[in-house]
């Protein structure tokens, strides 16, 4: 069946060749879908089986949110109490979660990962990566996988997120069960490892060595690099080719060099900073340097409890001296590229049909209506999973 998005006012197709500029802009547009892809952008008025009427809005591709923690139990909202009257925010919380996660029923993590995936969806992502990382051992780990792969097709093997209370200055034995037996049955459901390299988590020998683990299982890497403080985390991520090194809050000049000359993306998570009162990234330093940047959201209960890209997009604008037009492009095809994904992040012909319609008539709206329902309609692979097909009122 084929699907036309159409009268849309300003349309975002990621695609230079197709528009204006770097986010590949039309004007008075229409997006041809048949099945789950995009087969062509053409003026108004293109004619197909539906018809979903953006009348006048601004459509973007879906937001590609290649960073979360969506399958979990429980909250730390008395952390997040604690953290604003100035305690600092530290590696160990993750424990807290590690035990509700186990304590909770299979059916429990399923249904609330879906219900968080629905309210990404209200936000207009359209495709998320999910880590594991609260469960630890080597069944807990497969479940939340298990979990993650109802939900999407980039999971991420976390077994590295925390030195478990049973290994308890045993570090280098835990990071021998991740490295074998764990990853053994984890990689089968798998696309990613992933590892916290961070002073309380794992160091960068710990690090370098879960990598390379995962390297020969089939597994691409990524890192938690550079979140709390200075770290060699970037420079493992690098010199691992790794897709992504993640947060990257604290960025020496050395750290920017090796981003650049690299294609490991530097993945953005505001939100984490905004939660734990830290320093923002200097988001504006690494586009300047040549970095290839994300931004995600890092939905997680312990330092970022919230999968909305634009509340990501407005602190990159705001805190990390972005354009609205970069912090939208990391946002998307920089979440795709951060997943090394072709198929995402744009709407040319060939890509999933994933995309959001905004209540709004410019994407300048995701950043200037902070905190607001700019999200009018979301698709994913061509289909209608929020809002509906009437007409807009913006
Ligand atoms: O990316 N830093 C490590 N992992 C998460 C936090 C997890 C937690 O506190 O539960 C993060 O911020």
Excluded at 25 to 42: F, M, Y
Excluded at 112 to 128: E, I, P, Q, S
Aim: with cysteine; aromatic share 4%.
């Amino acid at each position: 069946m084929t699907t036309v998005v159409d009268r849309i006012g300003l349309l975002v197709t990621n695609a230079p060749e197709l528009g204006d500029g770097p986010l590949g802009l039309r004007h008075d547009a229409a997006v041809v879908i048949d099945g789950a892809e995009v087969v062509a952008v053409e003026a108004s008025g293109a004619v197909a089986d539906r018809r979903i009427d953006a009348d006048g809005a601004c459509v973007i591709p879906g937001f590609v949110d290649s960073h979360t923690h969506l399958v979990f139990a429980g909250d730390r909202a008395g952390e997040f109490v604690e953290r604003m009257a100035g305690r600092p925010y530290a590696a160990g919380g993750i424990a807290t979660t590690v035990a509700a996660t186990r304590a909770a029923t299979t059916a429990e993590l399923l249904a609330t990962a879906r219900a968080r995936l629905h309210d990404a969806w209200r936000g207009g992502t359209t495709h998320v990566e999910i880590k594991s990382g609260y469960g630890l051992d080597v069944e807990e780990e497969r479940r939340g996988l298990d979990v993650a792969a109802e939900l999407t097709d980039d999971t991420t093997f976390l077994g590295a997120h925390l030195v478990p209370p049973d290994f308890a200055g045993r570090s280098d034995a835990y990071v021998d069960l991740v490295c074998t037996s764990m990853l053994e049955r984890c990689a089968p459901v798998a696309r990613w490892i992933d590892v916290f390299c961070e002073v309380g988590a794992f160091d960068a020998d710990q690090a370098r060595t879960v990598l390379r683990a995962g390297r020969a299982a089939g597994l691409g890497g990524r890192v938690h690099a550079n979140q709390l403080r200075p770290g060699p985390g970037v420079r493992v991520a690098v010199e691992s080719g790794a897709a992504s090194a993640d947060h990257c809050t604290h960025l020496t000049d050395a750290d920017l060099d090796a981003l650049a000359g690299s294609d490991t993306v530097a993945t953005f998570l505001p939100i984490a900073d905004f939660c734990t009162r830290q320093p923002y990234p200097p988001g504006r330093r690494a586009v300047d340097a040549g970095v290839s940047i994300a931004l995600a959201s890092n939905c997680n209960p312990g330092s970022s409890n919230s999968t909305s890209l634009p509340l990501a997009m407005a602190l990159a604008v705001r805190e990390m001296g972005l354009t609205i037009e970069e912090a939208l492009l990391a946002a998307t095809a920089g979440g795709a590229r951060a997943l090394r994904r072709a198929d995402l992040g744009c709407l040319r012909p060939g890509a999933r049909a994933d995309l959001a319609i905004l209540d709004a008539p410019s994407y300048t709206h995701l950043a200037y209506r902070p905190g607001m329902p700019v999200v009018a309609a979301t698709l994913v692979g061509g289909e209608l999973v929020w809002g509906d097909e009437g007409s807009r009122n913006y």
